[in-house]
């Protein structure tokens, strides 16, 4: 992988932004497309729009991904010093227990915290899952007057991941849902292409895939691809067909998950370019969760829609697991088939 795509991926991993506070990612974002396509826009839902020739003929075509990463932000701040704590997005509650986290403008290092299990009865050890409402941030305060003008309610709460390499081709980071699907994106939009192009880096998504509902809006396309970092269930006993995917088989191609069905003219023309290119693909393999796809398919009086992603390990957790192979075939499988619906499409 290339070290520039690594540099990426990292800052785009490391940066923080829950639901709601994509600011930080869509400067990132910004700055690496600058002098790569030919203006942005924002809209009142913070989308980022990176538009690349939009005055030549032809169908027009997104490329989409979303900012937002799942996270928790502040409700309460205690007289002791404690943070109350509520979620941006499906986080299991069983994986927010002794976490490092960042709160707030300033990332005030924090760790998540119950009673000592000392202090817990057997029940509670053995049958009990703790809740997010019962759990509070720790951020060595004595006191919520020492918090002042540092954390305030509503501030974002973010997990204190480092990206890096791991084992044989894997990188590890936070967040890969979607920043995964950011950084493809962006590579997509570095390369020239004779029609239209509209980047939506979405707002918003991991609550219910507000940024798309409403950015689609402002610039309609005729066609649309959703870029992804989805569930790679393939460990231990696992049923094969709750794998969902494997890493290291490719990019993933949806048929159905739980909110659309994508369109099949332009999914079976994506499988005849990964034949001819001798890329690898699979299918997701259960119809679970949602993208921003299921809402820009309905945009207007429909907009022909796929998703496309790079498989994941551990989504909608602190920490997930990539391969670089699969970041890099899908951005090659998705290049080549643009180059493709510049001719089909035309």
């Excluded at 030549?56 to 109350?84: C, F, Q, S, W």
């Excluded at 003008?149 to 991941?161: E, P, R, Y």
């Excluded at 990206?163 to 020239?192: N, P, S």
């Excluded at 970092?229 to 006993?237: F, Q």
Aim: one cysteine or more; proline letters at 3%.
């Amino acid at each position: 992988m290339e070290q520039t795509r690594i540099e990426l991926l990292k800052k785009l991993t490391e940066a923080r932004g829950i639901s709601g506070h994509e600011d930080e990612v869509a400067a990132i974002l910004r700055a690496e497309l600058e002098g790569h396509v030919d203006r942005f826009e924002r809209d009142p839902i913070k989308n980022l729009f990176a538009l690349k020739g939009m005055d030549k003929p032809g169908a027009k075509i997104m490329l989409n991904a979303h900012m937002d990463e799942v996270g928790l932000y502040v409700t309460r701040i205690t007289k002791e010093g404690y943070l109350h704590i509520g979620k941006a997005g499906g986080i299991d509650d069983r994986l927010l227990l002794g976490k490092k986290v960042l709160v707030g403008k300033d990332r005030l290092p924090g760790v998540t915290a119950i009673k000592a299990v000392h202090l817990s009865t057997r029940e509670e050890i053995e049958t009990t899952v703790v809740k997010a409402d019962d759990i509070v941030v720790d951020v060595g305060a004595k006191s919520d007057k020492e918090l002042a003008g540092k954390v305030a309610i509503g501030d974002q709460i973010t997990f204190d991941t480092a990206f890096g390499t791991f084992g044989d081709g894997y990188l590890v980071g936070k967040a890969f849902d979607d920043r995964v699907g950011c950084a493809i994106v962006a590579e997509l939009l570095k390369m020239d292409w004779p029609f239209p192009v509209i980047g939506m880096f979405s707002t918003q998504e991991e609550v219910g895939t507000k940024g798309a509902t409403v950015g689609a809006w402002r610039y309609t396309p005729d066609i649309s691809i959703t870029v992804e970092g989805t569930i790679a269930a393939d460990i231990g006993e696992v049923k094969d067909y709750q794998e969902v995917t494997n890493l290291g088989a490719g990019a993933v191609l949806t048929i159905k998950d739980g909110g659309m069905i994508t369109d099949h003219r332009l999914r079976n023309q994506l499988i005849e370019v990964a034949k001819a290119n001798g890329l690898p693909w699979q299918f997701k393999r259960m119809p679970a969760g949602g993208t921003d796809a299921r809402s820009i398919q309905l945009t207007k009086s429909g907009v022909r829609a796929l998703a496309v992603a790079v498989p994941s390990r551990y989504i909608h957790s602190p920490v997930s697991l990539i391969k670089v192979c699969d970041y890099e075939n899908t951005v090659s499988l998705l290049s080549k088939f643009l180059a493709q619906l510049a001719t089909t499409e035309a």
